[in-house]
């Protein structure tokens, strides 16, 4: 917990610095590619971030539902909603970054497959959680559907900026493939060739 709240501080200052460079791009003539890279990188970073926020306050809500005994249509839906939409919105945001100055950096190709594959994971065994009510549900295999669809925009913007990080991304998640399958993220599963 404390690395985590380490290394997220350790982000935002790494991220506010090149947010003070990129609002100052006059002062910063010479900057060089490596500069320009490493925002970008941050810029992707923190989309992702934002995503990873709004998971965070979505799924547990869900978990809330399925342990209470109260998933139904009326009550998923919402939150199933509101989990598509912050997947469209990344899906967006990624779109808007431009794909000639992102990184080729080993390392932080890594940590943002670490960040992706953290968001897939907690998506998967959350929406896996809903299966087991799935008769009080009905409207469940349109609604996974749609969650399917939007996730896998969001990988396809995310392969488009920085090629080859799906496959980082799929041998993170080896073990998740499961879930993916029983959810039919047939989408999904196929960008990661899992
Ligand atoms: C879940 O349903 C029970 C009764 O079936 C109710 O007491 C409880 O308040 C409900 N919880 C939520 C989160 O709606
Ligand atoms: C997300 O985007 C898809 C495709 O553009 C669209 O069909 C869907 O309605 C959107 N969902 C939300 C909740 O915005
Ligand atoms: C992306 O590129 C376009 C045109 O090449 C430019 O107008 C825009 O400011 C760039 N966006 C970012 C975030 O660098």
Redesign the pocket.
């Known amino acids: 917990m404390f690395s985590r709240a380490f290394s997220f501080i350790a982000f935002l200052t790494l991220f506010l610095s090149f947010s003070f460079v990129a609002s100052n791009p006059v002062t910063i003539p010479q900057a060089g590619s490596n500069a320009i890279k490493r925002q970008s990188n941050a810029d992707i970073e923190s989309v992702l971030n934002d995503l990873q926020d709004q998971v965070g306050t979505i799924l547990p809500q869900i978990d809330a539902l399925v342990s209470g005994g109260n998933a139904t249509d009326d009550t998923v839906t919402p939150l199933i909603?509101?989990l598509?939409?912050a997947?469209?919105?990344t899906?967006a945001s990624l779109a808007d970054l431009n794909t000639s100055s992102t990184s080729t950096k080993r390392q932080s190709n890594d940590d943002i497959a670490n960040l992706v594959a953290g968001i897939v994971t907690d998506i998967a065994n959350s929406l896996n959680g809903l299966l087991g009510s799935a008769d009080s549900i009905p409207a469940l295999g349109t609604l996974l559907s749609?969650v399917d669809?939007?996730l896998n925009?969001v990988l396809v913007g995310l392969e488009t900026l920085l090629a080859g990080v799906l496959n980082l991304v799929a041998t993170l998640l080896v073990d998740v493939a499961a879930l993916l399958r029983s959810l039919a993220f047939g989408l999904t599963l196929a960008s990661l060739g899992l």
Request: charged fraction near 10%; charge should be negative; avoid cysteine.
């Open positions: 909603t509101q598509t939409d997947l469209n919105a899906t749609g669809f939007s925009q």
